[in-house]
């Protein structure tokens, strides 16, 4: 790898760093902004890394002198009053008061009105406090203040961009999709039990009825998905399939085709997936079963989602929750408003999906679905990390953990690892996420959720790059890109497209020529670091 680098211009010290640096250029802007005389000044100030922030805060009073870093608790300031006339008190004092945790403070209160007070109260605030106030905030709450504190946010001095390189970002999961939630929802211990008693019944009597026996291999086949062992789930399945197309069930058929696709597609084979989804809602259509329609519509919608058409995703989900409205399937229900979440999450439509996994959460308990709401929980987290409140995320996270372990949900456990590790990351503390993230690795290279797998080895590469393993960091990136490209994951390429980019490289044009010098003929999982 030494000489691989060396030809593409790369050194190991232009790579490694153990922490991003601050945008000098910015500072430089900042240090203006501050200026000299006793007046309110309002300065937003945009990060992405917790560790630049307080890098930022500590230079700021090398220069300035007289600064304060106000942390925003909602316990301590339940209303905005109290925030404004702690900010009185300490004004006299301070030349710069920083602003931090605000995301976690709106979010923990009624976040719009929140908001809306700044802009009601902008000239009290520069009344009361003769000092330069940096509000430290992720992009989405700059935004928010833009757009629902107008005139506030029209006094500002500027919007300074601390923000580290958006490819430096890890890879966040949500987790989506349908399942049959009655049998993936049990303990481990009973899974296998129940796979034991449904073989010795398969084996022992040869005169069940062909129906019967299909739809025992087909519970057989559930059961192994849900414990990660795809190819003895894909075994089950295609016998069920055959039994089912010479007896001429054709429910059973269609059944048995939708959960061939789930295989599929945790398999990261999407397109074969939605052949087999397509097939199925063909049937069920023409049988008139509306549940099982809404069950392959939604599924459907995974696809597509995972592709980055959410116009497409959006649309198979409403008529999903419809027919799932119509028949009063709330279970149904749940798990369709979780995958509705995501859409309006990549839309950075924080509220609306916030508001769509807290029914979901509430139903799924309701129903006792604990599959569903161990993924809910998951991405609640997600939500609160996008948002910056790391606490509340960490929080949830370690819920769904709890609750995937139990159950024995190898897919989900991976995914969440993999979501822990971010938290420890963007909190510097490399030891913490690099172990999540490979244990989170090992799940999946067990199970074979080669799709999985793209996320964790591009958070493993940033991990190797800032400990000073440049060499180590490609070889996982280049194992990323393989399997982006392979099962085109939309999300995945377009942050190792803005990587490249940033090495050096003309784009994926980048990862494609490392590929074809270093994986050639090799397994197409290629092994992580």
Same mark, same amino acid.
């Given at each position: *790898?030494?000489?691989?680098?060396?030809?593409?211009?790369?050194?190991?010290?232009?790579?490694?760093?153990?922490?991003?640096?601050?945008?000098?250029?910015?500072?430089?802007?900042?240090?203006?902004?501050?200026?000299?005389?006793?007046?309110?000044? %309002?300065?937003?100030?945009?990060?992405?890394?917790?560790?630049?922030?307080?890098?930022?805060?500590?230079?700021?009073?090398?220069?300035? @002198?007289?600064?304060?870093?106000?942390? +925003?608790?909602?316990?301590?300031?339940?209303?905005?009053?109290?925030?404004?006339?702690?900010?009185?008190?300490?004004?006299?004092?301070?030349?710069?008061?920083?602003?931090?945790?605000?995301?976690?403070?709106?979010?923990?209160?009624?976040? =719009?009105?929140?908001? $809306?007070?700044?802009?009601?109260?902008?000239?009290?605030?520069?009344?009361?406090?003769?000092?330069?106030?940096?509000?430290?905030?992720?992009?989405?709450?700059?935004?928010?203040?833009? *757009?629902?504190?107008?005139?506030?946010?029209?006094?500002?001095?500027?919007?300074?961009?601390?923000?580290?390189?958006?490819?430096?970002?890890?890879?966040?999961?949500?987790?989506? &999709?349908?399942?049959?939630?009655?049998?993936?929802?049990?303990?481990?211990?009973?899974?296998?039990?129940?796979?034991?008693?449904?073989?010795?019944?398969?084996?022992?009597?040869?005169?069940?009825?062909?129906?019967?026996?299909?739809?025992? +291999?087909?519970?057989?086949?559930?059961?192994?998905?849900?414990? &990660?062992?795809?190819?003895?789930?894909?075994?089950?399945?295609?016998?069920? %399939?055959?039994?089912?197309?010479?007896?001429?069930?054709?429910?059973?058929?269609?059944?048995?085709?939708?959960?061939?696709?789930?295989?599929?597609?945790?398999?990261?084979?999407?397109?074969?997936?939605?052949?087999?989804?397509?097939?199925? +809602?063909?049937?069920?259509?023409?049988?008139?079963?509306?549940?099982?329609?809404?069950?392959?519509?939604?599924?459907? !919608?995974?696809? #597509?989602?995972?592709?980055?058409?959410?116009?497409?995703?959006?649309?198979?989900?409403?008529?999903?929750?419809?027919?799932?409205?119509?028949?009063?399937?709330?279970?149904?229900?749940?798990? $369709?408003?979780?995958?509705?979440?995501?859409?309006?999450?990549?839309?950075?439509? #924080?509220?609306?999906? +916030?508001?769509?996994?807290?029914?979901?959460?509430?139903?799924?308990?309701?129903?006792?679905?604990?599959? $569903?709401?161990?993924?809910?929980?998951?991405?609640?987290?997600?939500?609160?990390?996008?948002?910056?409140?790391?606490?509340?995320?960490?929080? #949830?996270? @370690?819920?769904?953990?709890?609750?995937?372990?139990?159950? &024995?949900?190898?897919?989900?456990?991976?995914?969440?690892?993999?979501?822990?590790?971010?938290?420890?990351?963007?909190?510097?503390?490399?030891?913490?996420?690099?172990?999540?993230? =490979?244990? !989170?690795? $090992?799940?999946?290279?067990?199970?074979?959720?080669?799709?999985? *797998?793209?996320?964790?080895?591009?958070?493993?590469?940033?991990?190797?790059?800032?400990?000073?393993?440049?060499?180590?960091?490609?070889?996982?990136?280049?194992?990323? #890109?393989?399997?982006?490209?392979?099962?085109?994951?939309?999300?995945?390429?377009?942050?190792?497209?803005? %990587?490249?980019?940033?090495? &050096? @490289?003309?784009?994926?044009?980048?990862?494609?020529?490392?590929?074809?010098?270093?994986?050639?003929?090799?397994?197409?999982?290629?092994?992580?670091?």
């Amino acid at each position: *790898m030494v000489e691989l680098l060396k030809s593409s211009a790369l050194t190991g010290s232009s790579l490694a760093a153990n922490a991003p640096a601050v945008d000098e250029g910015e500072f430089r802007r900042l240090e203006r902004m501050l200026g000299s005389g006793d007046h309110f000044r %309002l300065i937003f100030a945009q990060f992405n890394d917790l560790r630049v922030r307080a890098e930022v805060i500590r230079r700021v009073a090398q220069v300035a @002198g007289g600064t304060l870093t106000l942390a +925003l608790d909602h316990e301590r300031f339940p209303e905005f009053h109290v925030l404004e006339d702690t900010l009185a008190d300490k004004a006299p004092h301070y030349r710069v008061i920083h602003l931090v945790d605000v995301e976690r403070w709106l979010n923990a209160g009624d976040r =719009e009105r929140l908001i $809306t007070w700044f802009n009601y109260r902008r000239e009290k605030l520069a009344e009361r406090f003769p000092v330069t106030l940096v509000l430290w905030l992720l992009e989405p709450t700059v935004k928010a203040f833009a *757009m629902g504190a107008p005139d506030f946010w029209a006094w500002r001095e500027g919007v300074l961009d601390f923000n580290v390189s958006r490819s430096s970002d890890g890879l966040i999961e949500n987790v989506t &999709g349908f399942e049959y939630w009655e049998r993936a929802s049990l303990p481990r211990e009973k899974k296998i039990k129940r796979i034991d008693n449904v073989r010795r019944l398969l084996e022992t009597d040869r005169d069940l009825p062909s129906q019967i026996r299909a739809q025992y +291999l087909r519970e057989l086949g559930g059961l192994y998905q849900s414990l &990660g062992d795809y190819p003895a789930a894909l075994r089950n399945e295609q016998q069920s %399939l055959s039994i089912t197309r010479e007896i001429v069930d054709r429910a059973g058929e269609a059944e048995t085709l939708n959960n061939i696709s789930q295989i599929c597609k945790v398999r990261g084979d999407y397109e074969t997936a939605l052949k087999y989804l397509e097939k199925s +809602l063909k049937i069920f259509q023409e049988i008139n079963d509306q549940t099982n329609q809404g069950v392959t519509l939604n599924n459907i !919608s995974r696809i #597509y989602y995972v592709r980055g058409d959410y116009e497409m995703a959006l649309k198979y989900l409403e008529e999903s929750l419809t027919i799932f409205h119509d028949i009063a399937d709330l279970p149904k229900q749940g798990v $369709t408003l979780n995958n509705i979440s995501q859409i309006y999450k990549a839309q950075d439509n #924080y509220g609306m999906a +916030l508001k769509c996994l807290e029914e979901s959460l509430m139903i799924s308990r309701k129903v006792g679905n604990r599959v $569903t709401e161990g993924a809910t929980l998951n991405n609640i987290a997600v939500l609160y990390h996008a948002q910056g409140d790391f606490e509340t995320a960490l929080k #949830y996270l @370690g819920k769904a953990l709890k609750i995937r372990r139990e159950i &024995g949900d190898l897919e989900g456990e991976g995914s969440t690892l993999n979501n822990i590790s971010q938290i420890y990351k963007i909190q510097g503390d490399d030891e913490a996420a690099l172990r999540h993230l =490979e244990q !989170s690795l $090992t799940i999946r290279r067990e199970i074979g959720d080669i799709a999985g *797998m793209c996320p964790t080895l591009f958070n493993i590469g940033h991990i190797r790059l800032r400990n000073q393993k440049p060499e180590q960091a490609i070889t996982a990136w280049v194992s990323a #890109y393989s399997i982006a490209k392979k099962l085109d994951l939309a999300e995945a390429l377009k942050h190792l497209d803005k %990587l490249a980019k940033e090495l &050096g @490289g003309p784009g994926l044009e980048f990862w494609e020529q490392l590929a074809a010098q270093h994986l050639q003929d090799q397994d197409p999982t290629p092994t992580p670091p």
